[in-house]
């Protein structure tokens, strides 16, 4: 999505902090936190314990893969989202899958709860919940880049999930096709907009860049290390309903290409530049035609 929850090429966060400084002290309930939260980690223990149980035991639509979990965090108020400690974005996330699959009801997460002489507060507000849950119904209806508009709709325990067709990539299964670009291919990243989960980043998009790898289908093998992101097509995933696997490629852009060329360090040497490197699925790019010198 777009604004706070993706920062990437975004300025004024100051200088990265040294990896290797020590953690401060969490003396302040308001921050700044330390990595990992110790008041969070039986919490986290907890949100993935129950997400092992009960979201990977189900199929899709009532699971919770990556992408639809992601999606939960980028649909919360901006503010509410830069002010909340890591492990609270999560929480969130889970707290609205529940409610969203029938497993908790709207008052459960809106209310406080008091357990002993001790009072929490709610999950999620009343009105942050319902932004969450607008956002949500107008990414149903929206084109997703290779797959379009929804065809048809689809509801399961209450809930309306779009439903995408494609003649090109099939649902866990190899595309019949072969893949439209290889090694070497000068391609655009398309430009997008979108309500729902993507990983398609502003900062390459309307980017030229050249084709450097091609990964194949991006399908999770057990028990293996693969350098890239693997798992279905997000745009789609996200949505809850469908897992299209799609070709997925690393893409070489210039740095000046995308800062434009007077913010870029050119480093030594004659002719030195420096490179971005992206992977992106099929569906965010397309072909242009080959690099022309200039007269």
Request: aromatic fraction near 12%; charged fraction near 20%; glycine fraction near 8%.
């Amino acid at each position: 999505m777009e604004g706070p929850h993706n920062t990437h090429a975004w300025s004024g966060y100051d200088a990265i902090p040294d990896k290797q400084q020590p953690e401060p002290i969490n003396n302040n309930p308001l921050g700044p936190y330390p990595w990992p939260e110790p008041e969070w980690e039986a919490p986290l223990h907890s949100i993935f314990a129950f997400t092992s149980v009960v979201f990977e035991a189900a199929t899709q639509p009532l699971n919770n893969n990556l992408d639809m979990a992601r999606w939960g965090r980028e649909t919360m108020q901006p503010r509410n989202y830069s002010n909340s400690p890591y492990f609270e974005l999560w929480l969130r996330s889970v707290s609205r899958y529940l409610q969203r699959s029938g497993k908790a009801t709207k008052q459960e997460l809106i209310q406080p709860r008091t357990s002993g002489s001790t009072t929490y507060p709610p999950i999620i507000d009343e009105e942050s919940l319902n932004r969450a849950i607008a956002i949500e119904n107008n990414a149903k209806k929206e084109a997703v880049p290779g797959f379009g508009l929804p065809v048809r709709e689809e509801t399961h325990s209450g809930q309306t999930y779009p439903v995408y067709a494609s003649t090109e990539y099939q649902v866990n299964t190899p595309p019949a096709v072969a893949p439209k670009f290889k090694v070497g291919d000068r391609v655009r990243a398309i430009l997008l907009r979108s309500d729902g989960h993507s990983r398609h980043y502003p900062l390459y998009r309307n980017k030229i860049g050249t084709v450097v790898a091609y990964y194949g289908l991006a399908k999770p093998i057990q028990g293996t290390f693969q350098p890239y992101y693997q798992g279905a097509y997000p745009d789609v995933n996200c949505k809850g309903l469908q897992g299209f696997l799609v070709p997925l490629y690393g893409v070489r852009f210039e740095s000046s290409a995308v800062w434009g060329p007077q913010y870029v360090e050119r480093g030594t040497g004659v002719g030195s530049r420096t490179m971005l490197y992206a992977d992106m699925w099929e569906p965010y790019l397309r072909r242009i035609g080959p690099l022309v010198a200039d007269s």
